[in-house]
């Protein structure tokens, strides 16, 4: 059995990981810490997994918790992990971080739109961004990999294949995404009370949203240019998922045969993509899941292709691609332990 750990285990993120780990065939869990509640059970902290975990969560100690784990995964807010990981960690443990410090790969970007300085620059380089439809080939060598962020899972597996492709101009990229309130995280914030929250929708982090330059950074990387895109995410008032609806102008005579096409060459195998071509995703179809679903339409009226995606931002959005990028690292079948359909389609 591969010996996992956990850092932020008692967050939104982190617990779903334990779920999911604690139902893994191959992964046996040896180690969860938390910053407030060492001392308990996890399962004192969220008794719906009573019975599949009741380990008593340690202090965070990463160098120790290197010592016991092959694996150990980090699901702490950003700015941390890069203070914490360091060559020698690196050398005897496999690192899976779910936050944005190794997501980057210039730090003066990094340090720009976070507001904070890394911690550990020269490690940058040895990253994998572990978006694991674009990345696998490099995710199997990897032993730092910084998992993706959710709107941008969300939003970069939606427009991949129409810039891999040329079928649309770079320049006009539009991205608006909705996320639930599970996205901010269990800390106390205010926008996250359920009076600040309920019956309401709003846009924020309006042309600074940290998810922005990370979504550019893999479509720049994809076209071979520098791409800027408009990104807006919102918040909606349900526990969990994504939607993002993507704007972006056609390329002369591109036609819908053309965009059906891209997505289908470049994700027609994979496993954790479920294409649905004009009948569009919606959040609840993919609720629990490890499954990015995309739709899309051509409007031949104003010469654009609308492409919608959606995940749940705790799965493919956090836990779940962080042991999907687990599954490609040791060689087990990518989806094993992986949800890939809705428990209950209602
Ligand atoms: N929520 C989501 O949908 C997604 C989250 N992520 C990323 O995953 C990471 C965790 O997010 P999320 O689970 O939402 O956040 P939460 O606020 O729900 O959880 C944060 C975790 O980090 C611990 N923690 C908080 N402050 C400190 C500190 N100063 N030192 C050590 N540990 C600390 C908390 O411990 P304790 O509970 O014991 O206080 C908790 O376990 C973030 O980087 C986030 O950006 C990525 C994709 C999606
Ligand atoms: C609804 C909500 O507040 N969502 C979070 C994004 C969560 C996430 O995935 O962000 P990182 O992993 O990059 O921190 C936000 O907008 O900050």
Redesign the pocket.
Known sequence: MLQCGVIGATGYAGSALVSLLAAHPKVEITYLASHSYAGKRFSDIYPSLKGACDLVLQEEDVQEASKLCSVLFLALP?GLASSKITEEILSRCIIID???DYRLKDSSVYESWYKTEHGSKSLLEQSVYGLCELHRDAIVNANLIANP???TTCSILTLAPLLAEGLVDPTSLIIDSA?G?S??GRSEKIDSLFCECNESYKAY?VTN???TPEIEQELSLILGSDVLVQFT?H?VPMNRGILSTCYANLKAGVSEADIESAYHKHYGNEPCIRLMGSSLPETRFVRGTNICAIGWKFDARTRRVIAIGSID?LIK??AGQAVQNMNIRCNFEETLGLPLFVSNPL
């Open positions: 950003h779910l936050g944005a962020g959710c709107y996320s309130v996205g901010a982090g949203h940290r998810h995410p918040l931002n959005g956090a």
